[in-house]
T-cell receptor, first 116, second 111 residues
């Protein structure tokens, strides 16, 4: 595997289900991100992890719970979601998050989530 | 708060017809302006990073430029395979790692 991978690619879940999204980066990066992409809206940052420590939680509802067990893996645990949570969830990674550099973010293919 | 506005929302070109996409931004302490390409059903693909006004970068038929208030993505003699959504994002100096994205420009190149 190369780059950033995400599983599953598609997920349909009911409002009472619990599911998890998985992301893995094969780039040797130290920072990982979750973004939400809804139709007709810009990408929205949800969470930032640097060296497995959460450094930003962008006012995301508690029904989304991230987990970063190591610098290569990132999870997004989902529970009691609403239909408006249906979107493309993108994972990204970057070399770092410091202010001295641009630190390009590299994205995975995304998980298309539908909440019924 | 950092803001990014892209125009036009959609652009249709004939193959070989050159044009430009615009990205206007306001940011506190620019740490980088990024261009990405996104194909349907896929994640954004990194194209360029620009750091300071006057900087330019090129890749095949694409050239990105930066001023203090906006960035342009120039497409020279486009081909149908250049059809995609082009996203612009900025990183300010106030939040670690956070990129603020525009809504994107949907480019369609007809043969």
């Amino acid at each position: 595997e190369t780059g950033v991978t995400q599983t599953p690619r598609h997920l349909v879940m009911g409002m009472t289900n619990k599911k998890s999204l998985k992301c893995e980066q094969h780039l040797g990066h130290n920072a990982m991100y979750w973004y939400k992409q809804s139709a007709k809206k810009p990408l929205e940052l949800m969470f930032v992890y640097s060296l497995e420590e959460r450094v930003e939680n962008n006012s995301v509802p508690s029904r989304f719970s991230p987990e970063c067990p190591n610098s290569s893996h990132l999870f997004l645990h989902l529970h009691t979601l609403q239909p408006e949570d249906s979107a493309l969830y993108l994972c990204a990674s970057s070399q770092g998050i410091g202010t001295s550099g641009g630190y390009e973010q590299y994205f995975g293919p995304g998980t298309r989530l539908t909440v019924t | 708060e950092d803001q990014v506005t892209q125009s036009p929302e959609a652009l249709r070109l004939q193959e070989g017809e050159s044009s430009s996409l615009n990205c206007s931004y306001t940011v506190s302490g620019l740490r980088g302006l990024f261009w990405y390409r996104q194909d349907p059903g896929k994640g954004p693909e990194f194209l360029f990073t620009l750091y300071s006004a006057g900087e330019e970068k090129e890749k095949e038929r694409l050239k990105a430029t930066l001023t203090k208030k906006e960035s342009f993505l120039h497409i020279t003699a486009p081909k149908p395979e250049d059809s995609a959504t082009y996203l612009c994002a900025v990183r300010g100096g106030t939040s670690y790692g956070k990129l603020t994205f525009g809504q994107g420009t949907i480019l369609t190149v007809h043969p």
